[in-house]
C-alpha cells in the first residue's frame, strides 16, 4: 500500500487534510499530514526567524521519521505546499516515489514562492509586505482572492478562517533551491477547474511549443481533473481522495506533446488574412496613421 505524506498550503496547518486523511486510511493507506512551523497551531514559535527552509525541513523530517517502510512514498503539495514539497523530494529523492502538485504552480529553482501567486496585485502586495508574516484571509471574499471557494460549506470556511495563521514571510520571499535530484522522480498535477485551471487549457499552452512546457508531456507526468475550487480538501475529501489513490498507482491523463516539425507558436504564420496599412517609417517606428491625418 501507499504512504501519503500531505503538505498544506498558505495560511492552513494540517488540520485542513483530516477528512481526506481519514478516507486514505479507511482504503488502507497510509496519510501524514504535515505541521509547518509557524503555521500549524502546534508548532507556533513566540519569535525566530521562519523560512521556507524551515518548511522543507519540516517535510524531511516526516519523510525521515517514517523510515524504510517498503511502501510507496507519495509526496503531496497543495498551493504553496509543492515548494516545501519539492525541496524535500530534491533532498530525499530516493525515498520519494511520486510528486503530486494540488492546484499548485510549477516552482523552478532560484524563484521564490510569491511569484506563483495568481493575482498580481495581491502578488506585487504580498512582496512589499513590511513585518515578519503576511496577514491570513478574514472574510470568505478575502480567501477568494488567494483561489476559489466554490464548493467548500459555510461551516468550513468558517473553520478555515478561525484556525488561520500568519504566513512567514521568509517563506514567500526566500527562493527555492533545487539540486535537480528531484527532477527523474514521477508527477502527478491535480487540476481545480472551478479556479481556472484545465487538463485542455495545459495541452494548449505545451501546443505552443514553449519549451519550459515541454516535460509535462513526459510520460512520467500524468494529471487528473476536479470540479471544485482550490480548496478540494474541503470541498470535495471523498473524491480528492479517490484521485490520490489513482495517483499513487500511476494512472491519470498524459499530454501529447507538441508537434516537432511545427515551429513554435509565435512563429507561425498569422491565422488570419490581415490586408496592409499604409505606413510611415521614422528610424526604427512605424506610423500608422489615419487616412484624414
Not at 484521485?243 to 491519470?252: C, M, N, Y
Not at 512563429?267 to 496599412?277: C, G, I, M, S, T
Request: with cysteine.
Amino acid at each position: 500500500m501507499t504512504i501519503f505524506v500531505l503538505v498544506p498550503g498558505m495560511f492552513t496547518g494540517a488540520h485542513v487534510w483530516q477528512e481526506t486523511a481519514d478516507r486514505l486510511t479507511a482504503a488502507g493507506a497510509v496519510a501524514h499530514a504535515v505541521r509547518l512551523t509557524g503555521l500549524d497551531a502546534a508548532l507556533r514559535p513566540a519569535g525566530g526567524d521562519i523560512d521556507l527552509e524551515t518548511h522543507i525541513a519540516d517535510v524531511v523530517e516526516v519523510i525521515d521519521n517514517l523510515g524504510r517502510t517498503g511502501r510507496k512514498l507519495v509526496l503531496v503539495g497543495h498551493d504553496y505546499g509543492i515548494h516545501p514539497a519539492l525541496g524535500a523530494a530534491d533532498r530525499r529523492a530516493g525515498r520519494v516515489d511520486r510528486i503530486v502538485y494540488l492546484d499548485s504552480g510549477m516552482p523552478k529553482s532560484g524563484v521564490p514562492a510569491v511569484a506563483a501567486v495568481p493575482d498580481r496585485s495581491l502578488r506585487d502586495r504580498t512582496a512589499a509586505t513590511d513585518g515578519e508574516a503576511l496577514p491570513p484571509p478574514a472574510t470568505p471574499e478575502d480567501w477568494r482572492r488567494w483561489g476559489s471557494t466554490e464548493g467548500v460549506p459555510g461551516p468550513a470556511l468558517d473553520r478555515l478562517t478561525a484556525m488561520a495563521a500568519p504566513q512567514p514571510m521568509g517563506t514567500l520571499l526566500q527562493p527555492l533551491r533545487l539540486t535537480g535530484a528531484v527532477d527523474p522522480v514521477p508527477a502527478t498535477g491535480i487540476l481545480c477547474t472551478a479556479n481556472g485551471a484545465s487538463i485542455e487549457m495545459v495541452q494548449m499552452m505545451v501546443d505552443r511549443g514553449d519549451p519550459t512546457l515541454r516535460e509535462l508531456a513526459d510520460a512520467r507526468v500524468a494529471f487528473f481533473e476536479l470540479p471544485t475550487g482550490h480548496w478540494p480538501m474541503l470541498s470535495v475529501p471523498a473524491e480528492l481522495a479517490d484521485v490520490l489513490l489513482r495517483a499513487a498507482a500511476g494512472e491519470g491523463h498524459r499530454l501529447a506533446p507538441a508537434d516537432a516539425s511545427e515551429p513554435p507558436a509565435h512563429l507561425r504564420p498569422f491565422p488570419l488574412e490581415v490586408p496592409e496599412a499604409p505606413r510611415e517609417r521614422h528610424g526604427n517606428v512605424d506610423l500608422y496613421l489615419p487616412p484624414a491625418a
